[in-house]
């Protein structure tokens, strides 16, 4: 995977990595700033449907190299992803 590029002005980066990758057919999109972290999954859901089920409910989430739970849609948090931010999508992988 090649370095994302920095988000045009007033979005940021979510990179996908594994079968959020395949799911997706990207490694990375711009997103516009500001959301709410608690909505995320519900703006890549409404983008890629099934995406939650399949590859959400059992990731890891990083926003700047920290990684951070995802609260859920009724959730009172109020964490915004900002302009710049980068958040990455990090699915479980299996070894073998």
Do not use: W
């Not at 990207?26 to 890629?48: G, I, V």
């Not at 739970?69 to 999508?89: C, F, H, M, N, W």
């Amino acid at each position: 995977m090649t370095s994302a590029p920095k988000p045009p002005p007033g979005h940021f980066n979510v990179l996908y990595f594994a079968s959020a990758g395949s799911f997706t057919g990207k490694d990375h999109e711009a997103l516009p700033a500001t959301l709410p972290l608690r909505k995320l999954f519900a703006e890549l859901e409404s983008r890629y449907p099934g995406i939650k089920a399949k590859i959400l409910d059992s990731c890891l989430v990083t926003v700047n190299l920290d990684y951070v739970d995802v609260p859920g849609e009724e959730s009172a948090d109020e964490t915004l992803l900002q302009e710049a931010d980068e958040v990455a999508i990090i699915p479980p992988v299996s070894s073998g």
